[in-house]
């Protein structure tokens, strides 16, 4: 059970947009703190994708756009493209027991 | 660019400890102010965080393995690492050390290792 809830798969055809949610609490992203997501290809290491709720590492195209409201963060893919077939993965902190560092389950996208 | 590489026994037997090692290239382990931490991934499941260091030695854990966990620090080596003690099944996992950035509100991890597999069996 993640401390961040995301939908455990999402799909689209190409050239459409998806968008992935990041439900936390008032604990977590409700509390002020940022939310960041990774991609991940199978049998590799995450890679981040968006940091600071909004901002794109250099590289990551800006078909690529996070958001953040209330309790909650999204993830928007644009254009969608086969390529953008991995599994996606939100992270922020939590307040409880001095702070630590929370994920979402994931999300697999699957490209039609 | 900075680089990170985990080493340690991919298989560690019940009860035991598992003892992980990071090590940073293409940049100094004291140079500006980065936290580093581990992370695993038990195999089909998500991202679990660990722990982190900070070069002056200060640690934060995950409370669910707060009792067994200790992560330190090698500046000399450029290193940090990692040991789980009285490790099971369910520890069995992908370990990724990663380096941390520090926001205004919160931590995120731009650079991480390709991942070490550790299975725990006897």
């Known amino acids: 059970q993640s401390v961040l809830t995301q939908p455990p798969s999402v799909s689209g055809a190409p050239g459409q947009r998806i968008t992935i949610s990041c439900t936390g609490s008032n604990s977590n992203i409700g509390a002020g703190y940022d939310v960041h997501w990774y991609q991940q290809f199978p049998g590799t290491a995450p890679k981040l994708l968006i940091y600071?709720?909004?901002n794109r590492p250099s590289g990551v195209p800006d078909r690529f756009s996070g958001s953040k409201s209330g309790t909650s963060a999204s993830l928007a893919i644009t254009g969608l493209r086969a390529e953008d077939e991995a599994d996606y993965y939100c992270q922020s902190s939590d307040t409880r027991l001095s702070g630590f560092e929370v994920f979402g389950g994931g999300t697999k996208l699957t490209v039609l | 660019q900075v680089q990170l590489q985990e080493s340690g026994p991919g298989l560690v037997m019940p009860s035991q400890t598992l003892s992980l090692t990071c090590t940073v290239s293409?940049?100094?382990?004291?140079?500006?102010?980065?936290?580093w931490t581990w992370i695993r991934q038990p195999a089909g499941k998500g991202l679990e965080w660990i722990g982190r260091i900070y070069t002056s030695g200060s640690t934060n854990y995950n409370p669910s393995l707060k009792r067994r966990v200790t992560i330190s620090v090698d500046t000399s080596k450029n290193q940090f690492s990692l040991k789980l003690t009285s490790v099971t099944a369910a520890d069995s996992a992908v370990y990724y050390c990663?380096?941390?950035?520090?926001?205004?509100?919160?931590?995120?991890?731009?650079?991480w290792g390709r991942g070490t597999l550790v299975t725990v069996s006897s």
């Open positions: 600071v709720n909004t």
């Open positions: 990663a380096r941390v950035i520090v926001t205004t509100w919160g931590y995120y991890f731009d650079y």
């Open positions: 293409g940049g100094s382990i004291t140079s500006g102010s980065y936290y």
